[in-house]
């Protein structure tokens, strides 16, 4: 069994084309095409549709995925495992945030662990809260910073951040200090990760409010730059509003909606993991 094969497998799944893997991994489009035939050669089916928008799993990979996911991650983790008792340090660790503010920080982070731990390789990668919790529980990232969430994982509270509502310069709610929740259901609204399990949308449920949602958007400098224009109001975290330096104002909201930033880590970890999160301790 090659497991460089089924390591290649989920990057072609996960990034949705054979060439973003080929450049991930540092192959030919054609060698990882001659890879992935060889593991339907070796399955004894098909584990991809091609189509010209990309690939995407069949019905049969979709049920070894979760075992492909875990034969990977175990031979990563007695790779890294291997080298810590010759004390060697070594692998790679991905982490993930939901908050763009805390880019800077984990940066600064990275680059000093770096120099203590330069066998250990880290990815720091973004997505919304939830996605990057199911992403934990598949191994696909190590450890992430999210709003708290139920799980497996074991939790690092970090801060309480407050939910604001924001509106343009010239929006007649502008000059208001807060705004009720309730003009989310008046006011046109622009949604940012329509349907996905958002924060925002973890406040509208909290609240029973139904947005009115007349705009959607799947970036949220998007979405600040149609507050930006006028085109309706929308939510977001405080700590991530202080990155955008438009012409818009940010409100409170009555009654004050918060929510808990914190790691979750795995509580099946690599060698890598446990390492950097040692190492972060002293940070938070």
Same mark, same amino acid.
């Given at each position: 069994m090659d497991l460089d094969r089924y390591r290649t497998l989920l990057s072609v799944i996960d990034s949705g084309s054979l060439s973003a893997a080929?450049?991930? =991994?540092?192959?030919?489009?054609? $060698? @990882?095409?001659?890879?992935? !035939?060889? =593991? %339907? &050669? %070796?399955t004894g089916f098909t584990l991809l549709h091609r189509t010209r928008d990309g690939v995407t799993p069949t019905k049969e990979c979709d049920m070894l995925l979760p075992s492909i996911r875990e034969l990977v991650y175990n031979g990563e983790n007695l790779r890294q495992l291997t080298a810590k008792?010759?004390? *060697? /340090?070594?692998g790679t660790l991905t982490i993930g945030t939901a908050y763009s503010a805390y880019? $800077?920080?984990?940066? %600064? *982070?990275?680059?000093?662990f770096h120099d203590k731990y330069p066998g250990i390789q880290?990815?720091?990668?973004n997505g919304y809260s939830s996605e990057l919790l199911e992403q934990l529980e598949n191994h696909t990232v /190590? =450890?992430?910073i999210i709003s708290e969430r139920k799980g497996t994982h074991h939790w690092i509270p970090l801060k309480s951040d407050n939910m604001i509502a924001m509106v343009s310069a010239k929006h007649p709610l502008a000059n208001r200090a807060s705004v009720p929740m309730s003009v989310f259901e008046t006011e046109s609204y622009i949604d940012t990760y329509p349907g996905? /399990? *958002? +924060?925002? !949308?973890h406040i509208f449920k909290r609240c029973n409010i139904t947005p009115n949602t007349q705009f959607s958007t799947m +970036? @949220?400098?998007?979405?600040?730059?149609?507050? &930006?224009?006028? =085109? $309706?109001?929308?939510? +977001?975290? !405080? *700590?991530n509003s202080k990155l955008w330096t438009g012409n818009i104002r940010t409100l409170t909201l009555d009654p004050p909606q918060t929510i808990t930033i914190g790691l979750a880590v795995a509580k099946q970890q690599t060698p890598a993991s446990e390492t950097f999160l040692s190492f972060i301790k002293k940070y938070i």
């Open positions: 080929a450049s991930a =991994l540092g192959y030919t489009p054609s $060698g @990882i095409s001659r890879m992935m !035939a060889a =593991l %339907e &050669e %070796e008792i010759k004390n *060697i /340090d070594v880019y $800077g920080w984990l940066s %600064e *982070i990275t680059s000093t880290i990815k720091i990668v /190590d =450890l992430c996905m /399990d *958002i +924060d925002n !949308a +970036d @949220i400098y998007a979405t600040y730059a149609m507050v &930006e224009a006028g =085109l $309706g109001i929308s939510m +977001d975290n !405080a *700590i």
